[in-house]
């Protein structure tokens, strides 16, 4: 599979339209958070439900919770319009109405009265939540263009109303060009959910190992400096929301940013991507590539390197966007001063210095593919627990045990 950091870029800043930039409220999600291919189809959203419909089906193997505690939500966008999943398989618009006494929406999709629960997909680009033990808190808000909105849950948000809520999700594109779809960590870690997608192959991704929860949390309390990114046994906070929230060292990984920007004034570093492979150094306050085309970066924040924006935000170029993607991942795994030639693709090499995003090590330790998102640019080299499938017959989310 071709590296995605060497295609579309446009998934990472899906993200934090999603939720990536909320601090104080939720996030009003403005566009579907994986969106590798375009959505097609003609007509209003219950109509075309039925359209490809792929089968999707829900396991609980929680160990914790049973069938009636669990909530299910498939929420998303299908043609630029936001949309929610009904528990009947068809796709119905969000609307302001939907909001109930409490101020919010009730789009819960229960699960059976035992074993698995089998929903019919239609094309959408979206997410799949999970809630345990509580349903979660979707307001229904009116955008700046005058269209309904759904505002996402923010669990990294103290004053979110779903931060008590046992939650997590998985992502998807599901259209006529196939299922992509991924566990996501980018924001927070808190339900070990796994993905098993058939079709022309058979392919799971983000199985948890046993005991992978527990450890992934004793790892980042463990961590210096990351300790209070553990709430309770609910979650683990991303340490760029940590920071945002003021609980995360805003100047974390300054000393390592540094040295990279020292080490690489007297000697060149090269980043290979589809596109070729570029040669850089650091030149005044700048690191300067030459190659297919001249691209150059600003010295990043620690912040810029957690959230893989700012001064390494990536444009759908196919030049600066893939560098930076590369750029991202070397310093999240801490790569960058050992290896002058990126991406580096030995896993044994990554988060081996002591200024390193150990809550991305933590997570990726816990899988049993050693694959994990725990940063937006993850995907480099292929690390990400993310599949795909250009003819899907079926995709299985199971909530594994802890």
Known sequence: MTARHQRTLGRRKMLFALGGAAVAVPAVAAVAPHALAGQTGNGNARTKAAAGALPLTIVNDSGSFDNASVHVYVVGNQDGKQVRLTPEGTLAPISASDNGADGFTDYAISLAG??????????????????????????????????????????????????????????????????????????????????????????????????GRAAAFEAVRRAEGFADLVVDDTRIIAPGHGLDAGIFAKDYLAPYIDEVWSTYTGKDLTVT?????????????????????????????????????????????????????????????STLISHPAQPTTDASAFYRTALTNHYSKAIHEATEDGRAYGF????????????????PTGVRLTLTAF
């Open 273 to 333: 991507t589809n596109a070729g492979t570029f040669t850089g150094r650091v030149r005044g306050d700048r690191f300067t590539f030459d190659g297919p085309a001249a691209v150059s970066f600003a010295k990043p924040s620690t912040r810029d390197v957690l959230f893989c924006d700012g001064n390494l935000a990536a444009p759908n170029d196919g030049t600066t966007g893939p560098v930076a993607a590369v750029l991202g991942a070397g310093f999240n795994r």
């Open 376 to 391: 937006a640019f993850d995907d480099v080299a292929d690390f990400a627990s993310y599949i795909q499938d250009t003819a």
């Open 114 to 211: 035992s074993g698995e629960t089998n929903i019919s997909l239609p094309y959408m680009s979206g997410r799949i939540y999970v809630a345990l033990g509580q349903k979660l808190k979707f307001k229904a808000v009116t955008d700046g263009n005058g269209n309904a909105a759904l505002q996402y849950p923010a669990g990294w948000v103290t004053s979110d109303p779903n931060y008590g809520v046992l939650h997590d999700c998985a992502e998807f594109t599901y259209n006529s060009a196939g299922m992509f779809c991924n566990t996501t960590m980018v924001d927070m870690f808190s339900v070990p959910l796994a993905i098993r997608l058939t079709g022309s192959r058979d392919q799971t991704t983000g199985t948890l190992r046993d005991g």
